[in-house]
């Protein structure tokens, strides 16, 4: 992935999500482009035109600190976004190999410690999973397994979250919500570009997912990012019908660039009584019979 290009097409894209009226400038009447003019965004800033245009060009490298907070505040970035454009300016010198994640191995090769496994087998209650940027599930509980049975099914998904989402028919009926989980998806894989932009595995990823999947191709062009921790989302599971869980998701120290995500259900909702069900049907090998789908 060119750092140059992401700069550039990342700061456009900000640049014209922000109105003149939301940056409390006049709009007048004739204005050609969506959002805020480059001198617009370079006065916000306190900096040149020409100094603001070299940077939207994709030029980073050695920018201080200072600069870099004067144009997330003109762009009115978010936390995330602050983020990802400190990300691209550490790549574009090379400090990034001091702070990014070290590379991690293939998917194949990886395998948690018998504590992370233990631990994740404790977890009871809810889904509980090890997945990395790429969003691979790298290590699951049982009941993420059946919770995820979709995503295991089948192998063309290769246990990814961003491929089952884009690739797998079945995701339409997982995900009721189908549109809001692509967002995410690809908010998490573009977050993931500019804090490790030299991992090859993904890149082919996105390479294959924006090859085959129009609907990816057009939310990877919005270069929308996130940070994806907490909130709560509505599935419909093929055995247990409809569920709204809570999720959470932990940063692993131990394991730099990896995340464990736990979904729960509120104490006494039809969610947690669902969840009881899925743990019944994954401990025992005749399941129950199937929900009847609720046309999501």
Avoid at 5 to 14: A, G, I, M, N, P
Avoid at 21 to 46: C, F, K, N, T, Y
Avoid at 55 to 65: D, H, I, M, T, W
Avoid at 145 to 169: K, M
Wanted: hydrophobic share 40%; proline share 6%.
């Amino acid at each position: 992935m060119d750092n140059r290009d992401e700069v550039r097409e990342f700061l456009t894209s900000r640049r014209a999500k922000i109105t003149p009226e939301r940056a409390g400038l006049p709009s007048g009447s004739r204005r050609r482009v969506p959002g805020l003019r480059r001198s617009e965004v370079a006065a916000l800033a306190d900096m040149s035109v020409e100094y603001y245009a070299k940077l939207e060009r994709g030029s980073l490298a050695g920018v201080s600190p200072a600069v870099l907070e004067a144009l997330a505040r003109a762009l009115r970035l978010d936390d995330a976004e602050r983020a990802h454009l400190l990300n691209l300016a550490q790549a574009a010198d090379g400090t990034d190999a001091l702070t990014r994640p070290r590379r991690r191995r293939a998917k194949d090769q990886w395998r948690p410690h018998r504590s992370l496994q233990w631990t994740l087998d404790a977890v009871t209650a809810g889904p509980a999973f090890v997945r990395n940027g790429r969003m691979d599930v790298l290590a699951a509980n049982r009941l993420a397994r059946a919770f995820y049975a979709d995503l295991y099914a089948a192998p063309g998904n290769q246990a990814n979250l961003a491929r089952f989402n884009f690739l797998d028919p079945a995701s339409r009926r997982f995900y009721p919500d189908w549109d809001q989980a692509a967002d995410i998806a690809v908010a998490i894989l573009r977050t993931e570009a500019g804090r490790n932009p030299r991992d090859k595995d993904l890149h082919d990823l996105v390479g294959e997912l924006s090859t085959r999947s129009d609907e990816f191709r057009t939310r990877w062009g919005a270069h929308n990012v996130r940070h994806h921790g907490t909130g709560t989302k509505r599935f419909h599971h093929h055995v247990v019908g409809d569920l709204t869980l809570a999720y959470e998701g932990l940063e692993m120290a131990a394991e730099p660039g990896l995340t464990l995500t736990i979904y729960t259900a509120q104490p006494g909702s039809p969610s947690e009584e669902g969840l009881r069900l899925l743990a019944s049907w994954a401990a025992t090998p005749v399941a129950p019979s199937p929900a009847p789908h609720s046309g999501n």
